[in-house]
Nanobody
Framework: QVQLVESGGGLVQPGGSLRLSCAAS????????MGWYRQAPGKERDLVAR???????NYADSVKGRFTISRDNAKNTLWLQMNSLKPEDTAVYYC?????????WGQGTQVTVSL
């Protein structure tokens, strides 16, 4: 069983920054891939950024140049640095991990970008 716990969300003004973290139970080195997704009210859950095979990184076009995904194997943690935040970035952000044939999700953390 894999447990993922997100933190770091909150209220921030447009142009501000936040760093989300996802703490995993056990070593993240064993995961095939990890990523961040987000879901705004009334919308589907969409990919934000994803790390595959420890090196391949994919970003949604809407966050390229503003968000950075990274991992710390020693701390079993996945990060999402979010800069130049916009109101349209407002959503619940979820951490995700693929392990063997299963996919695991965290409970989500709310990010609100507003004046």
């Amino acid at each position: 069983q894999v447990q993922l716990v997100e933190s770091g969300g909150g209220l921030v003004q447009p142009g501000g920054s936040l760093r989300l973290s996802c703490a995993a139970s056990g070593s993240i080195f064993r995961f095939n891939a990890m990523g961040w997704y987000r879901q705004a009210p009334g919308k589907e859950r969409d990919l934000v950024a994803r790390l595959s095979g420890g090196a391949v990184i994919n970003y949604a076009d809407s966050v390229k140049g503003r968000f950075t995904i990274s991992r710390d194997n020693a701390k079993n943690t996945l990060w999402l640095q979010m800069n130049s935040l916009k109101p349209e970035d407002t959503a619940v952000y979820y951490c995700n991990a693929d392990f063997l044939s299963a996919t695991f999700w965290g409970q989500g953390t709310q990010v609100t970008v507003s004046l």
